[in-house]
Each structure stands twice: as structure tokens, then as C-alpha cells.
């Protein structure tokens, strides 16, 4: 169903306003609820995500991974989850995987420095060309939309090419700063977006949103070096398949992709059709606000994931 009723949407803002709460995450993190948030979590650590990453290579999907952590306040912070990202890269090439690494700009200094983020983000943008990587900045909510585009159009004029930027289809600026964007090559993963934004920022109405997505899509296959078509909705899948093969679009220049867990039969249909899959399996400690996201986009999830989380 493409509109969300009032209760839906009302529901949806409640999740996403607990998702920001740290009394709410300390309780389902401390009270066993792991058990419910498994389906779209399947990883605590690294060793765990390279399990499922060979998972999905041997199901015929790529991967990518990320992390789930505090924003980073210091310099340390900042350290510590290069680190971790910089673990993630070497492993998944050392393992001859078809995965790569999502980066959150959040964990790398955007709230308090863009010097400090920009040499974080290159030294594992280097790190990753090392080893023939792709690496693609998640984007988070709005207010860091401006600083993230400018870190990428940074990069792409230095001439790194092993970066990806994301665009949300739910802000009504994304189509300008697609039009922007695109003259510097542009590799881009579209996703309808997953924050809780106001209504100055974002379309309210779902219909827009979706509709926005389709333009973005047709704009992007036919004038962006590369698109990850990140949606679960059948309605855009159908679109983007049809204008794919409409105007021979070159496998070399898309791929769909999806989250782990979510809407698997979906999954195994557009491999078996033939397209190229990349699947989404981050971990990390800070599991709960992602879990939150999911089951504000599914308010119906809720029910699954309180049976999992109560029944042991
Ligand atoms: C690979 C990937 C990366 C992403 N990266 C970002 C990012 O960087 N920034 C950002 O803001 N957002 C990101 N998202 C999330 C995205 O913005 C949407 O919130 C999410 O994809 C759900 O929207 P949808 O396009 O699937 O469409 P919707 O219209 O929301 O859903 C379409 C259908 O998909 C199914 N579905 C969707 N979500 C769920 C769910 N949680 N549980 C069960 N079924 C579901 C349902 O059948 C639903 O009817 C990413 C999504 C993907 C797939």
C-alpha cells in the first residue's frame, strides 16, 4: 500500500521519536531483547558479519557492511571507529568477499569538525582503493545533508573514485542537489530516506515521496555513472526493471539493493531474474536505533519483534 493511514504515520513518528531516546535503548538492549532484533540484525561483530557475508556471496548477492555506534564527540571517538571501519575493509578483501563498507559521517567528526572528518574519510577511502573497494557515505538527517554533499563533491574534484554519496527521495532538496551532483560523475545509492524530518524538510505525504523516487530514478539511470536502486518497494522495482531494460542500461551501471531481513522472497526473485543484488548487514553495539528505523518503516514489525523478544 503506497499511502500510510494517520495511525501509521502516527505510530512511525512515535518509533522514530523512542529511536533518539537513550532510557529506551538502555532498556531493550539490557532486558534480552537481541533476541527480537535478530531478524535485521544478524551480527554482533565482525567475525559474525564475514559469516554472513559468504552467506550471501554463495546465494549470489553482494554485501555491504557497516557500523552501529555512538556519534563521535572527540578526536578519540573519531580513532576508534576508523579503526573498526579500517578492520572491516582489510577483512572483507583479505576473505575475497563481494562486500564492501557503508561509513556513517556521524561517527567520523561531522558534528565538530570537517577537517578532522575529511582526513578520516580519505585515509579509509585510500585504504579501500588499496584493495579495489568501493566505500559509500550512509546519509542521516538533514541538518548534515549540506556538509555531507560537500565532503563528497570535495573528494570527486581531488579525483577519488572510489566513492558513493546517498540521496533520500523524502527531501524536497534532494532533486536539486541531484541536478548538482551530477556533473562530477555521480555514483549514488536512492533510498526514500529513514529519519524523522520536519515537515520544511521532508514531504509528509508518501505518495510524493514515491514519486519522487521514480523521477530521481530515471534521471540517475540515464545520467549517473552509477545508481543502487536501495528500495523494497515492489512498485519501483517493477519501474526501475522496466526502464533498465528499455533503455539498456549497462549491468556495469546499477544494482539493486536491500536491507538484511527485509523482504527476502523479493530478494531471491531479483537474483533469479538475473539482477545484481547487494544486501546491507551492519553491527556494532549501537544496534538499537537501527532496529528502530526498521520497525518504524513496518509498524506491523513491532508485533514480530515483541513475540521474538518475550518468548524466551
Ligand atoms: C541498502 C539500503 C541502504 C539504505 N541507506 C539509507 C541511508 O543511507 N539513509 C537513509 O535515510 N535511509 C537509508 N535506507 C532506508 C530507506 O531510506 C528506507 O527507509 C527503507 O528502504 C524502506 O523504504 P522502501 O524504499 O523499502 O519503501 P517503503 O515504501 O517504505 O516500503 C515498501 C515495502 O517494502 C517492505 N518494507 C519496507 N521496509 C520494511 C521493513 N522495515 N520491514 C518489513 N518490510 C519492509 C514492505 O513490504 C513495504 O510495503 C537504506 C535502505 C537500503 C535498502
Known amino acids: 500500500m503506497n499511502v500510510r493511514s494517520a495511525p501509521e504515520r502516527a505510530a512511525r513518528a512515535a518509533i522514530l521519536r523512542a529511536a533518539g531516546s537513550d532510557r529506551v535503548g538502555k532498556v531493550v538492549s539490557r532486558y534480552g531483547m537481541r533476541a527480537g532484533a535478530r531478524r535485521f540484525v544478524p551480527a554482533e561483530d565482525l567475525d559474525e558479519?564475514?559469516?554472513?557475508?559468504?552467506?550471501?556471496?554463495?546465494?549470489?548477492?553482494?554485501?555491504?557492511?557497516?557500523?552501529?555506534?555512538?556519534?563521535?564527540r572527540t578526536e578519540a571517538d573519531v580513532a576508534r571507529h576508523e579503526a573498526e571501519y579500517g578492520r572491516q575493509i582489510d577483512r572483507l578483501a583479505g576473505e575475497g568477499l563481494d562486500a564492501n563498507v557503508a561509513l556513517k559521517l556521524t561517527h567520523l567528526g561531522i558534528s565538530f569538525s570537517d577537517d578532522v572528518m575529511y582526513g578520516s574519510a580519505r585515509r579509509l577511502l585510500d585504504r579501500a582503493a588499496a584493495h579495489g573497494m568501493r566505500l559509500r557515505?550512509?546519509?542521516e538527517e538533514s541538518p548534515l545533508v549540506p556538509?555531507?554533499?560537500?565532503?563528497?563533491?570535495?573528494?570527486?574534484?581531488?579525483?577519488?573514485?572510489?566513492?558513493?554519496?546517498?540521496?533520500?527521495?523524502?527531501?524536497?532538496?534532494?532533486?536539486?542537489?541531484?541536478?548538482?551532483?551530477l556533473p562530477l560523475g555521480l555514483n549514488v545509492r536512492l533510498v526514500k530516506g529513514a529519519y524523522l524530518e520536519p515537515?520544511?524538510?521532508?514531504?509528509?505525504?508518501?505518495?510524493?515521496?514515491?514519486?519522487?523516487?521514480v523521477r530521481m530514478l530515471e534521471r540517475c539511470l540515464a545520467e549517473a555513472e552509477h545508481t543502487a536502486i536501495a528500495t523494497h518497494d515492489p512498485a519501483?522495482?517493477?519501474?526501475?526493471?522496466?526502464r533498465i531494460s528499455a533503455a539498456g542500461v549497462a549491468r556495469e551501471r546499477y544494482e539493486f539493493q536491500m536491507l538484511y531481513g527485509i523482504a527476502v522472497p523479493l530478494q531471491r526473485k531479483i537474483v533469479d531474474a538475473g539482477y545484481p543484488l547487494r544486501i546491507a548487514a551492519p553491527y556494532g553495539p549501537n544496534w538499537f536505533s537501527y532496529l528502530m528505523r526498521r520497525l518504524a518503516e513496518r509498524p506491523a514489525n513491532l508485533g514480530f519483534f515483541l513475540r521474538n523478544a518475550f518468548s524466551r
Open 49 to 72: 558479519v564475514v559469516e554472513v557475508m559468504r552467506r550471501l556471496n554463495r546465494a549470489g548477492m553482494r554485501g555491504v557492511t557497516g557500523l552501529f555506534d555512538d556519534h563521535a
Open 137 to 139: 557515505f550512509d546519509m
Open 147 to 181: 556538509q555531507t554533499l560537500a565532503l563528497y563533491r570535495r573528494l570527486r574534484e581531488e579525483g577519488v573514485d572510489n566513492v558513493g554519496v546517498v540521496l533520500q527521495t523524502y527531501l524536497r532538496r534532494s532533486e536539486a542537489d541531484l541536478a548538482d551532483l
Open 199 to 213: 515537515a520544511s524538510a521532508a514531504y509528509p505525504d508518501k505518495r510524493d515521496v514515491d514519486a519522487a523516487y
Open 236 to 242: 519501483v522495482l517493477r519501474t526501475a526493471r522496466v
